[in-house]
């Protein structure tokens, strides 16, 4: 009984979409992005400047909110799984269904507010189009790591608070504590070389890979930061995107798939 | 007809079912009786998938539904807390679960039966007790299954809809449904159970009919019976 039934998986895919189109959090996501978009591009002058500042923030706000509404919309749609545990569907679908709806809701609402605006500015004439490209592709990926991660944690806990509490660590510590742990073991280890350790640190931090999959990218050697350097040194432009790249996708995949074995053996 | 053969379930160390061996037949109405927290739920819930046996086996119609998904078309079941999508009209959510489902439903008739044709166009939210309980009978009986499991079907019902769910019962008993039913409402047993299951501390203590329950516990009526097993005068 091994075998994928997608029918049912893109029915369940369709009713969360359909749910959360209803959802006022979809739009002010999609809202603050496009103001937030707008604004900026009226105020740089120059569009690589305000792509490193969309940068700077979807790399931490991507995954703030997909930690967010992940745990929200999981413990908020809990009546409808349980109606849809009755039927005749497999778990997995029920589950690949929701996490696919609330990661597709969120990159629609991230994709359409930061698109427009550049659009409207004519990101295409700028010569800057890769750049915007591969920022907006990062972007999605934070949102499908994140929100993978979010419901992992939340069909751990039948506590509410406690799964939120857990998200928001898991956000934290990515986006805040695991740089400044890295940083303190660099300076403590300053006389040995530590280049691939620093390598392999970057590899365990989506939100580091993101950063230096961009950077790699930007080739802007004053913004590119020691992990990005090393990347640069070791592997290679091309190189260092494809192992970026790919471990990114592992990213995704492994907290889904676990989640995913979670959600099988689960008594409701 | 569905066959449990030495179901188990301990949720961490509360160990709720312990060793269940049951068979639920066509044609007949079997009720499970026991007091609040005897592993009534829990027991239905393994049969539809939702709770993992941690021993044991279950049949349904001649197959196991370990790692099974589609035998839950051969059942209408009504959970004991009906849990909706709070947003949903309720004629929203009956072409919902019609569409997941992929068949056309009967509700029109259930709709009529149970006067809920005015309930249609209301959120779920809106519903009174027993308005929703009226609507979680429709969704279970929507579906010409095989198999019907009721938990607790006729809390917060009106008169009338009472009358109305006894006759839907004893028509599909009719009809060679197997149906397996909880209830603490023991004139409900006795006029329509065929089978009693008396299930206590995890384990079965009776299995019978009305009639054997009765002489062997006691009591003219049904609920002294149950009375003397709860307060323990049958040891
Ligand atoms: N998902 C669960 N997790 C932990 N304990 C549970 C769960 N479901 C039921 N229980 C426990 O199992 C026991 C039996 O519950 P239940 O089957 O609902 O009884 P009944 O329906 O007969 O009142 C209770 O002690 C209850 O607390
Ligand atoms: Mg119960």
């Given at each position: 009984?091994?075998?994928?039934?997608?029918?049912?998986?893109?029915?369940?895919l369709k009713?969360s979409l359909f749910d959360l189109t209803r959802s006022r959090w979809t739009y002010g996501y999609f809202l603050f992005y496009l103001i937030f978009t707008f604004g900026l591009l009226y105020f740089s002058n120059d569009v690589s400047k305000a792509i490193i500042s969309m940068m700077n923030i979807i790399l931490i706000l991507n995954p703030l909110i997909a930690t967010l509404f992940g745990?929200?919309y999981?413990?908020?749609?809990?009546?409808?799984?349980?109606?849809?545990?009755?039927?005749?569907?497999?778990?997995?679908?029920?589950?690949?269904?929701?996490y696919l709806g609330l990661s597709l809701s969120l990159s629609l609402s991230y994709l359409l507010g930061t698109g427009i605006p550049f659009l409207f500015y004519e990101i295409q004439a700028t010569g800057q189009a890769w750049n915007f490209l591969l920022l907006t592709v990062a972007g999605l990926f934070l949102t499908f790591i994140f929100t993978g991660?979010?419901?992992?944690?939340?069909?751990?806990?039948?506590?509410?608070?406690?799964?939120?509490?857990?998200?928001?660590?898991?956000?934290?510590?990515?986006?805040?504590?695991?740089?400044?742990?890295?940083?303190?073991?660099?300076?403590?280890?300053?006389?040995?070389?530590?280049?691939?350790?620093?390598?392999?640190?970057?590899?365990?931090?989506p939100i580091?890979l993101s950063r230096v999959l961009i950077m790699l990218k930007l080739d802007i050697?004053?913004l590119?930061?020691?992990?990005?350097?090393?990347?640069?040194?070791?592997?290679?432009?091309?190189?260092?995107m494809?192992?970026a790249f790919?471990?990114l996708v592992?990213w995704i995949?492994?907290?889904?798939?676990?989640?995913?074995?979670?959600?099988?053996?689960?008594?409701? | 007809?569905?066959?449990?053969?030495?179901?188990?379930?301990?949720?961490?160390?509360?160990?709720?079912?312990?060793?269940?061996?049951?068979?639920?037949?066509?044609?007949?109405?079997?009720?499970?009786?026991?007091?609040?927290?005897?592993?009534?739920?829990?027991?239905?819930?393994?049969?539809?998938?939702?709770?993992?046996?941690?021993?044991?086996?279950?049949?349904?119609?001649?197959?196991?539904?370990?790692?099974?998904?589609?035998?839950?078309?051969?059942?209408?079941?009504?959970?004991?807390?009906?849990?909706?999508?709070?947003?949903?009209?309720?004629?929203?959510?009956?072409?919902?679960?019609?569409?997941?489902?992929?068949?056309?439903?009967?509700?029109?008739?259930?709709?009529?039966?149970?006067?809920?044709?005015?309930?249609?166009?209301?959120?779920?939210?809106?519903?009174?007790?027993?308005?929703?309980?009226?609507?979680?009978?429709?969704?279970?009986?929507?579906?010409?299954?095989?198999?019907?499991?009721?938990?607790?079907?006729?809390?917060?019902?009106?008169?009338?809809?009472?009358?109305?769910?006894?006759?839907?019962?004893?028509?599909?008993?009719?009809?060679?449904?197997?149906?397996?039913?909880?209830?603490?409402?023991?004139?409900?047993?006795?006029?329509?159970?065929?089978?009693?299951?008396?299930?206590?501390?995890?384990?079965?203590?009776?299995?019978?009919?009305?009639?054997?329950?009765?002489?062997?516990?006691?009591?003219?009526?049904?609920?002294?019976?149950?009375?003397?097993?709860?307060?323990?005068?049958?040891?």
């Amino acid at each position: 009984m091994r075998t994928f039934y997608p029918a049912s998986m893109f029915k369940i895919l369709k009713y969360s979409l359909f749910d959360l189109t209803r959802s006022r959090w979809t739009y002010g996501y999609f809202l603050f992005y496009l103001i937030f978009t707008f604004g900026l591009l009226y105020f740089s002058n120059d569009v690589s400047k305000a792509i490193i500042s969309m940068m700077n923030i979807i790399l931490i706000l991507n995954p703030l909110i997909a930690t967010l509404f992940g745990a929200l919309y999981f413990y908020g749609s809990k009546e409808f799984a349980e109606l849809l545990l009755a039927l005749p569907l497999k778990r997995s679908s029920i589950f690949m269904g929701k996490y696919l709806g609330l990661s597709l809701s969120l990159s629609l609402s991230y994709l359409l507010g930061t698109g427009i605006p550049f659009l409207f500015y004519e990101i295409q004439a700028t010569g800057q189009a890769w750049n915007f490209l591969l920022l907006t592709v990062a972007g999605l990926f934070l949102t499908f790591i994140f929100t993978g991660l979010s419901f992992l944690v939340s069909i751990r806990f039948e506590n509410t608070i406690k799964g939120f509490g857990i998200s928001i660590f898991i956000w934290l510590f990515f986006a805040i504590i695991y740089d400044g742990i890295f940083l303190l073991t660099l300076l403590i280890f300053e006389q040995y070389p530590l280049d691939k350790y620093a390598l392999i640190m970057t590899l365990f931090n989506p939100i580091d890979l993101s950063r230096v999959l961009i950077m790699l990218k930007l080739d802007i050697s004053a913004l590119m930061g020691y992990t990005g350097a090393v990347f640069n040194k070791f592997l290679g432009t091309g190189l260092g995107m494809i192992v970026a790249f790919g471990s990114l996708v592992i990213w995704i995949v492994v907290p889904v798939f676990v989640f995913i074995r979670f959600a099988k053996k689960k008594d409701f | 007809m569905i066959i449990i053969d030495n179901l188990q379930k301990s949720f961490g160390r509360n160990e709720v079912l312990k060793g269940i061996n049951l068979n639920i037949r066509d044609g007949v109405i079997t009720a499970i009786l026991g007091p609040n927290g005897s592993g009534k739920t829990t027991l239905i819930k393994s049969i539809l998938g939702m709770v993992i046996p941690g021993d044991g086996s279950i049949e349904m119609n001649g197959k196991g539904i370990h790692n099974n998904w589609k035998y839950r078309n051969q059942i209408g079941y009504l959970p004991q807390i009906a849990r909706f999508p709070e947003n949903l009209k309720v004629k929203e959510l009956i072409r919902m679960i019609k569409d997941i489902r992929r068949t056309e439903g009967k509700e029109d008739p259930l709709a009529e039966m149970f006067d809920l044709k005015q309930a249609m166009d209301k959120p779920l939210r809106h519903l009174s007790g027993g308005t929703r309980q009226k609507v979680n009978i429709l969704l279970a009986f929507m579906f010409e299954s095989p198999n019907y499991i009721l938990d607790e079907p006729t809390a917060g019902l009106d008169p009338l809809s009472l009358i109305r769910f006894k006759e839907l019962l004893i028509a599909e008993k009719k009809n060679g449904k197997a149906i397996l039913l909880t209830t603490h409402i023991v004139s409900l047993v006795e006029e329509l159970a065929d089978d009693v299951i008396f299930l206590l501390e995890g384990n079965i203590f009776f299995s019978g009919s009305v009639e054997e329950l009765k002489s062997k516990y006691g009591g003219l009526k049904l609920e002294h019976s149950i009375a003397n097993i709860l307060s323990g005068q049958h040891v």
